[in-house]
């Protein structure tokens, strides 16, 4: 079997010296294990925080140990009665060609009648970050309106959608043209803005003229500084991510502190962090089955980014730090 590695902790940016594809023997299978075959990995902004040994919400992986990553897998066989070979499931079983895993870690792969893939992006954990985020925090109402970035991503895009079902105004924020053409018109945003523009936030403000009720926060830096003055008093802000800090840059020179409190303060802001493991034991089950025949029928639409080989993640997941990404990234492992 073949895996992607932590070689080493990165500084700023990874590169591609900081993985290490090697060959690995699969360990013994015991009682309840199920030994799978990947198809498809997904690669997701989180893992830069586990290749960092920052504390964190979750442990790093350590130096040497497989890189951390969910993805969906066929059953090869089965010591877990839930389990038969042939079996398509989905799991937390890393970087990595094939795994022994406990079953009960394991869910069959749902979605609907929508493309097994959608259980990586749409209809699996990015699209229940989105959904419990709105529900339990944004609580869009008729009429507000919505912001989010990183609007072409599997997160973003679904926020906006569903911003739109609840009959909310949806303002997205992407990086360069052709995401933004792809957020307006094939995702059916009232609105998009460049945040790569040298206009970005002038462009935001006219973009939003009744201000912003609702500011999913996926990215941080310059797009938060144009976001601020705009909320509205009572706005809510899901705190879902921060790629643009991610690698440790993005404009993280700037004392953002002061204007960001006084605007919590003025504007009696709800401002809450989250992260999806807190809604999904109760909550993942309603949003696929609200969610799931909307993305099949096709009413909810979501773009995949799909590149081949396990070889080639490193390469792809750096790129998603800075925006090379166009919708949600998978690798394909194998057929
Ligand atoms: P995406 O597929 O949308 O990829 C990340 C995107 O972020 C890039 O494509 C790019 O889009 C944008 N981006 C990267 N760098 C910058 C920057 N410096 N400034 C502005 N935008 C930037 O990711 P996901 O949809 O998977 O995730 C979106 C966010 O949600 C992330 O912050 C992620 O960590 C978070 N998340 C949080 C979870 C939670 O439980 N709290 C769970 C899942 C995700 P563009 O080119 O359009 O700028």
């Given at each position: 079997a073949?895996?992607?590695?932590l ?38 902004p989180?893992?830069r ?8 919400y979750a ?11 969910e993805?969906?897998s066929?059953?090869?066989k ?6 038969v ?5 989905r ?18 792969v ?16 990015p ?30 895009s679904?926020?906006g ?35 790569r ?28 500084d ?23 840059s ?22 809450r ?48 730090l ?13 057929d």
């Amino acid at each position: 079997a073949r895996r992607i590695a932590l070689a080493s902790r990165p500084t700023g940016q990874p590169g591609r010296d900081n993985f290490r594809l090697e060959a690995f023997d699969l360990p013994e299978a015991n009682e309840g294990d199920v030994t799978v075959r990947s198809l498809y990995l997904s690669l997701d902004p989180y893992m830069r925080g586990r290749m960092s040994d920052a504390k964190s919400y979750a442990a790093a992986v350590p130096i040497g140990g497989v890189m951390e990553g969910e993805a969906i897998s066929e059953v090869v066989k089965s010591l877990h009665n839930n389990f038969v070979p042939g079996d398509l499931v989905r799991g937390r079983t890393g970087w990595s060609s094939h795994a022994v895993i406990n079953g009960d870690q394991l869910r069959r792969v749902e979605t609907h009648g929508a493309p097994i893939t959608t259980s990586l992006g749409s209809l699996g954990m990015p699209g229940f970050t989105a959904w419990s985020g709105l529900k339990f925090i944004g609580q869009p109402k008729q009429g507000e309106t919505v912001a989010v970035a990183a609007a072409s991503g599997p997160v973003g895009s679904m926020v906006g959608q569903l911003a739109r079902l609840a009959g909310a105004r949806a303002v997205g924020i992407a990086g360069g043209p052709e995401k933004c053409a792809y957020v307006k018109d094939e995702l059916g945003f009232d609105t998009v803005v460049d945040h790569r523009s040298e206009r970005f936030a002038s462009d935001l403000q006219t973009a939003c003229p009744d201000g912003i009720d609702v500011y999913f926060e996926n990215v941080g830096g310059h797009v938060w500084d144009g976001v601020l003055p705009l909320l509205n008093q009572f706005a809510r802000i899901p705190v879902c991510g921060l790629v643009a800090h991610y690698n440790g840059s993005g404009s993280a020179d700037i004392d953002r502190l002061p204007a960001t409190m006084s605007t919590i303060l003025r504007r009696s802001l709800l401002v809450r962090g989250f992260i999806q493991t807190e809604f999904a034991a109760d909550h993942f089950d309603e949003f696929l089955d609200e969610i799931g025949p909307r993305v099949a029928s096709g009413e909810v639409r979501y773009r995949e980014d799909i590149i081949d080989g396990l070889e080639n993640a490193p390469e792809a997941f750096i790129g998603m730090l800075t925006g090379r990404n166009f919708g949600k990234l998978i690798i394909k492992i194998a057929d």
